[in-house]
């Protein structure tokens, strides 16, 4: 057998064993994108209904009462509360059905990485709710103080609600986060930036707001001592 005989054999066993593999492996691929096809529909289902059902309940005139949508807003958050359920819910499912996908797959790894996102959305939905009920306490909260300076006929009433409010959202963000599983180090860097820039902020304003009235004051002790 000459030299070009024996490649052509090894090529056309490689060739062969190739095709071999693909026509066995090709019903696994089918099964699995029928099952994540079947997820999609079911969870597209589920998230119109979950949608539906909160938007009959007013779901979102509760969360517009507590001023959560505002926060959502404001980070540029989808802010409808009950389209955001929805989506959350149809993702849970279509994941759920990628877990039996990736096994029928048999790829390696894949299967334990779905399974620990899904394991995950039960603390996920934990904290969703910690910080829902969070922010609805913390308009109570702040609205008390408010009331409660302005009843002693202060004129700080606005800034107590801000410190307030601000103060609470902070303490639900990192015990959020905390819960969620961020690193210790993370939080400490993210809070301390936080620290210093509301400082900052707070310094800049109020030299700021206060320039005119040090003006006056400068311009009146060098009368004087003109005098």
Request: hydrophobic letters at 60%; zero cysteines; charged letters at 20%.
């Amino acid at each position: 057998m000459s030299v070009i005989d024996t490649w052509g054999t090894e090529v056309r066993d490689v060739l062969q064993n190739t095709w071999d593999r693909i026509v066995d492996f090709a019903p696994n691929i089918v099964g699995a994108v029928i099952i994540a096809l079947i997820g999609a529909i079911v969870g597209m289902i589920l998230g119109y209904v979950v949608t539906r059902i909160l938007q009959a309940v007013r779901l979102q005139s509760l969360a517009d009462q507590s001023r959560f949508t505002e926060v959502l807003r404001r980070a540029k958050l989808r802010t409808d509360v009950s389209e955001f359920t929805g989506a959350f819910v149809k993702w849970v499912v279509i994941l759920a059905f990628l877990i039996p996908a990736a096994a029928v797959l048999k790829v390696e790894g894949a299967r334990e990485f779905f399974e620990g996102i899904l394991l995950y959305v039960p603390k996920v939905l934990g904290v969703a709710v910690f910080v829902v009920l969070g922010a609805l306490l913390t308009d109570v909260l702040a609205k008390l103080a408010r009331v409660s300076v302005d009843s002693l006929g202060l004129t700080l009433g606005k800034v107590v609600d801000a410190l307030v409010r601000w103060s609470l959202y902070i303490f639900i963000a990192i015990t959020a986060m905390f819960a969620l599983g961020v690193a210790r180090e993370f939080i400490v860097i993210m809070f301390t930036g936080l620290i210093a820039a509301l400082a900052i902020g707070f310094g800049l304003s109020f030299g700021l707001g206060a320039q005119s009235h040090m003006n006056d004051l400068v311009k009146r002790i060098r009368d004087d001592l003109r005098r």
